[in-house]
């Protein structure tokens, strides 16, 4: 009865919330009509108690997977068993389980289990705490080719399906998420709905996540430090990467280094989070991963006038790192549009800093961020678009990777932006740490946007 109450009231607060339209404004680089908001989508618990439900999987080292789930049976068995064959498990590991409590809500038993070790680029099927359906999931290559798909800002509306039901139609390896997930924002209730939604897709390919506005939930005094539901739903490898925290944390998979940072941890020079995130690209060894990417929440480049300047504090502070590291590209949400800038380091075009791309466009509820700065010539910005959508990122090799935008339009998804990207880690031109703040000349000569970088 407590949840029923507590859902109902969300529901109200929410659709209120959904039927804010933002003023259509906007300086994007195309003619196509944008959509409005959609609904939210509603995903009810039907199985038994006992059963598993919001089944997700994440990468954990080089050959484990972390299995997650919730049962409303609080005796349910935190035990996956797995193997290569349907119904046939000839492996199984136990592992733990937590839960909390928010005002009036109560969590059911949530299950985290780590299996392996697996093999690379093989297909595992398993079945959660002893009962229910079976899964199945395909692990990531141990090298190239390997594709990402990346959605940012999800939410779970009628876009969030359809950029879901996108992202499914072609074959990707790893799924990451900066940050906003659920929307739940304080409503426990949808972060149930929300694993529901998403477990068809996230219970097959590992989704990597961090943290954003949204899932901070924190309230004085009784909820101070915030992330209460994200860090006990979302577990992340965070130990296996040297961090004390799930809210930032790295991995490395099938020959790319990913660095997942938090825009709501204290990220200032002397902070926790600022010495592990040096202490971890220090380490990174490019002959092993020649790919070095980043994921934060708010963007550090945007002329979005959306959340501007939000992320500035945190480029102040990290930037020079990341460039000292020839990070090859850093991928943002929170913004709730497409933007991709040039190779940019310190508000200047450079050949040796990264590519930002803000992706927060998955399906929110909010709406699109329609209103953009007018553009000075030349631009950092090569292409910006207030649409919902989705990203991939196939690395083909050491040195070559294709970066894709796709654009919902209802039914389809429309690919709209390109580019060709080159790895910074086996460059010869920014091999050498440049200490000064003049700027590298760009590697390629461009002519248009969708030029290699």
Request: proline share 6%; net charge negative; glycine share 8%.
């Amino acid at each position: 009865m407590e949840k029923s109450c507590w859902l109902n009231l969300s529901l109200h607060l929410l659709t209120i919330l959904s039927a804010i339209q933002h003023p259509l404004i906007s300086h994007a680089s195309s003619d196509y009509s944008r959509h409005p908001p959609r609904r939210l989508i509603l995903t009810p618990h039907r199985r038994s108690h006992s059963d598993p439900q919001q089944v997700h999987i994440s990468l954990v080292g080089r050959d484990r997977m972390k299995v997650s789930w919730i049962t409303d049976d609080k005796s349910s068995s935190s035990v996956v068993e797995y193997g290569k064959t349907p119904g046939k498990y000839d492996s199984s590991a136990t592992g733990e389980h937590t839960s909390y409590r928010y005002f009036f809500y109560s969590s059911g038993k949530i299950h985290h289990v780590e299996i392996g070790p697996l093999e690379a680029g093989t297909v595992y099927y398993y079945r959660c705490g002893g009962s229910g359906p079976e899964f199945s999931f395909k692990t990531p290559p141990s090298t190239f080719p390997i594709e990402f798909a990346l959605v940012g800002d999800l939410g779970q509306t009628e876009w969030t399906a359809s950029t879901l039901l996108h992202v499914n139609t072609t074959e990707y390896d790893v799924l990451l998420l900066p940050g906003d997930l659920s929307y739940a924002d304080s409503h426990q209730p949808l972060w149930d709905s929300f694993g529901r939604l998403v477990e068809p897709y996230a219970s097959r390919r590992p989704w990597m996540v961090t943290e954003g506005n949204h899932e901070i939930e924190m309230f004085p005094i009784i909820y101070p430090n915030g992330f209460t539901a994200f860090n006990s739903r979302w577990s992340m490898p965070f130990q296996e990467s040297g961090s004390t925290s799930n809210l930032y944390y790295s991995f490395e998979v099938g020959g790319c280094h990913v660095i997942m940072l938090g825009s709501y941890a204290e990220f200032d020079e002397g902070s926790d989070q600022y010495e592990w995130v040096k202490g971890d690209l220090d380490k990174v060894d490019r002959r092993r991963t020649p790919w070095l990417i980043v994921l934060i929440h708010a963007p550090w480049y945007s002329t979005n006038l959306a959340h501007e300047g939000e992320g500035d504090s945190m480029r102040k502070a990290i930037e020079e790192l990341l460039y000292q590291a020839r990070v090859d590209v850093v991928f943002a949400g929170h913004v709730h549009a497409y933007e991709r800038f040039t190779r940019v380091y310190k508000n200047k075009a450079d050949g040796c800093g990264p590519i930002h791309v803000t992706i927060g466009d998955g399906g929110n509820r909010e709406g699109l961020a329609l209103a953009f700065e007018k553009l000075t010539h030349p631009s950092l910005s090569m292409y910006r678009e207030p649409s919902f959508g989705h990203g991939r990122l196939r690395i083909f090799n050491h040195t070559h990777a294709l970066w894709s935008w796709h654009r919902n339009n209802d039914s389809d998804s429309l690919l709209a932006d390109t580019l060709w990207l080159q790895s910074l880690g086996l460059s010869k031109q920014c091999t050498h740490h440049q200490l000064d703040d003049q700027p590298s000349p760009p590697l390629l000569s461009l002519t248009t946007p969708n030029d290699e970088l």
